[in-house]
């Protein structure tokens, strides 16, 4: 009895792991491209809209034309961005 549920801790604990991997987001994979299709013409290179820029991580993280930050690291709820993209 003690091995079967032993093994259905592991079993489920591996089924787990391969959740988690499966559903990790790969930027270079799934976001960049997006970003480069839809937000790249606007906000990146020569183009700058509201003086927020996508071409670096550098430019990306500072205060845009009305002092907001576009991009908090680590938290969605506070960045201006994840609200407008959720708006649309």
Do not use: W
């Amino acid at each position: 009895m003690r091995l079967k549920i032993l093994f259905l801790l592991a079993l489920i604990g591996a089924i787990c792991f391969l959740y988690k991997q499966e559903t990790r987001i790969d930027f270079n994979m799934q976001v960049k491209p997006l970003l480069n299709r839809k937000c790249m013409r606007c906000h990146g290179g020569v183009k700058q809209n509201g003086d927020f820029s996508l071409l670096t991580r550098e430019e990306a993280l500072k205060p845009t034309k009305n002092g907001k930050l576009a991009i908090v690291p680590g938290h969605p709820e506070a960045s201006e961005m994840i609200r407008r993209l959720q708006r649309n």
